[in-house]
């Protein structure tokens, strides 16, 4: 079993920052990577940014420019840095996570809310 524990998220102003955190634990081996996908209302789940083993990042256009994927890897933990948020990026985003011998496990999901 994987369990992962996000936090961070909230309630900010549209041009305002937010930083959420992933934390995994459990059955860890190999992490080949961590990111976040994200789910607005009416709409489906994306994805928002990934990170690599190696350190490669992938992001979604929308985001690209606004938003910092890191990894810590000896904590097995990831972090997205959120600026210029914009009323688009509302959504509940869910931390995940690949393992060498499979994925992905989701994290419960933390509600990010951008008020125009």
């Known amino acids: 079993q994987v369990q992962l524990v996000e936090s961070g998220g909230g309630l900010v102003q549209a041009g305002g920052s937010l930083r959420l955190s992933c934390a995994a634990s459990?059955?860890?081996?190999?992490?080949?990577?961590m990111g976040w996908h994200r789910q607005a209302p009416g709409k489906e789940r994306e994805l928002v940014a990934s990170?690599?083993?190696?350190?490669?990042?992938v992001y979604a256009d929308s985001v690209n420019g606004r938003f910092t994927i890191s990894r810590e890897s000896a904590k097995n933990t990831a972090s997205l840095q959120m600026n210029s948020l914009k009323p688009e990026d509302t959504g509940v985003y869910y931390c995940?996570?690949?393992?060498?011998?499979?994925?992905?496990?989701w994290g419960q999901g933390t509600q990010v809310t951008v008020s125009s």
């Open positions: 995940f996570v690949f393992r060498l011998s499979g994925g992905p496990y």
């Open positions: 459990g059955d860890i081996d190999s992490i080949n990577a």
């Open positions: 990170i690599m083993s190696d350190g490669s990042t």
